[in-house]
């Protein structure tokens, strides 16, 4: 993975996470996991892996993410992967695109199992707010309409992690652009 950030101004690790699910319903399960680890003098390192739902996929979830259920038949179930996830985020700032929306999700995946997951984390989309507040409308403040904004190619949107990278990739350009907003908001959590 040939990502060069500059993540100095944090103090701690950094992971850049992404899920891919069933849905977005109360009911729905991860089916991919996708991250990027950032330590200071140490080359990223990618963690990524399709995840057993234990419930059917819609056909709508398949057109976003072009994730089957043959592809998740042999893969491991959320209760064999959360212990990776936990070690992968500990003690480090975990930031998501949405983090409700995926953090909910990784809860919803651990409570089926009968497992605990709370993610204590930052979500760039209200950190985009504090460094974009001029951009308004809808998908202003999306991981594409972002991307777009400073010329980031998705390698892969809908996966877990092409969109890890591609937000880890917008909070480098954020850093850059106002590092004393970024510093803020990661002081106000």
């Given at each position: 993975?040939?990502?060069?950030?500059?993540?100095?101004?944090?103090?701690?690790?950094?992971?850049?996470?992404?899920?891919?699910?069933?849905?977005?319903?109360?009911?729905?399960?991860?089916?991919?996991?996708?991250?990027?680890?950032?330590?200071?003098?140490?080359?990223?390192?990618?963690?990524?892996?399709?995840?057993?739902?234990?419930?059917?996929?819609?056909?709508?979830?398949?057109?976003?993410?072009?994730?089957?259920?043959?592809?998740?038949?042999?893969?491991?179930?959320?209760?064999?992967?959360?212990?990776?996830?936990?070690?992968?985020?500990?003690?480090?700032?975990?930031?998501?695109?949405?983090?409700?929306?995926?953090?909910?999700?990784?809860?919803?995946?651990?409570?089926?199992?009968?497992?605990?997951?709370?993610?204590?984390?930052?979500?760039t989309?209200?950190?985009?707010?504090?460094?974009?507040p001029?951009?308004?409308?809808?998908g202003?403040?999306?991981l594409?309409?972002?991307?777009?904004?400073?010329?980031?190619?998705?390698?892969?949107?809908?996966?877990?992690?092409?969109?890890?990278?591609?937000?880890?990739?917008?909070?480098?350009?954020?850093?850059?652009?106002?590092?004393?907003?970024?510093?803020?908001?990661?002081?106000?959590?």
């Open positions: 993975m040939n990502i060069d950030l500059d993540l100095s101004i944090f103090e701690q690790p950094v992971v850049v996470f992404d899920t891919e699910t069933t849905g977005t319903g109360r009911s729905d399960r991860l089916v991919e996991f996708g991250g990027i680890r950032f330590e200071q003098g140490r080359p990223p390192v990618a963690f990524a892996t399709l995840i057993r739902p234990g419930i059917p996929i819609p056909w709508h979830a398949q057109n976003v993410h072009n994730i089957s259920e043959q592809m998740v038949a042999g893969q491991p179930s959320f209760d064999r992967v959360l212990p990776d996830i936990e070690d992968f985020f500990e003690g480090a700032l975990v930031f998501a695109h949405n983090l409700s929306f995926d953090a909910r999700l990784l809860r919803q995946s651990a409570e089926v199992t009968g497992q605990c997951m709370d993610v204590d984390g930052l979500c989309v209200r950190l985009a707010r504090r460094v974009h001029e951009r308004k409308g809808r202003a403040h999306s594409a309409g972002l991307a777009a904004l400073y010329g980031i190619e998705n390698p892969a949107a809908h996966r877990a992690l092409g969109d890890a990278e591609t937000t880890a990739r917008l909070l480098g350009c954020f850093v850059q652009r106002a590092p004393e907003v970024v510093a803020a908001f990661v002081a106000c959590r």
